[in-house]
């Protein structure tokens, strides 16, 4: 199975906050050559640290169709990195021919089941981020890194 993993998962601090969120099973796939990384917020243009941003009006889902907008906390509507950053990461799925994407939980990009909810109050409603959505739409099988441990 080949899997393509979030970057911050495998090691690399590129978290809107300039850390990572490091999973010793995941760095261990990189390393034994069975994943490849990605950031999607890199692959939008984003650089590290960046200001935090969350889905106002939806989820990733309606990011893509133009219903909700990814904003940063200080208000600048950055929907069009992540979309960029969505179909950056699609491409590398497709030229990579991944099985299985396993991206971090409650990110605009990257969350699979849980994002923030557009307040900036640190809570979560049910949802997916706009990467997962656009790579599920296109057939790729996307979990989090928690339905990952779960696997194992």
Not at 46 to 64: H, M, N, Q, Y
Not at 75 to 98: C, F, H, R, S
Request: proline share 3%.
């Amino acid at each position: 199975m080949k899997y393509l993993v979030s970057s911050c998962l495998a090691g690399v601090a590129c978290r809107y906050n300039g850390t990572a969120s490091l999973d010793a099973k995941i760095q261990e796939l990189v390393e034994q050559e069975q994943a490849k990384m990605v950031c999607p917020e890199l692959l939008g243009g984003f650089s590290t640290p960046r200001e935090p941003a969350e889905i106002i009006g939806g989820t990733g889902k309606d990011v893509l169709t133009g219903t909700a907008k990814v904003i940063e906390k200080s208000g600048k509507d950055v929907t069009d990195l992540y979309i960029k950053g969505a179909y950056q990461t699609l491409e590398w799925a497709q030229k990579l021919d991944v099985t299985c994407v396993v991206l971090k939980e409650f990110s605009p990009s990257c969350g699979t089941q849980m994002i923030y909810d557009g307040n900036f109050a640190n809570h979560k409603v049910a949802g997916e981020g706009v990467t997962s959505a656009l790579l599920r739409q296109e057939g790729f099988t996307v979990i989090s890194e928690n339905e990952f441990m779960e696997q194992l």
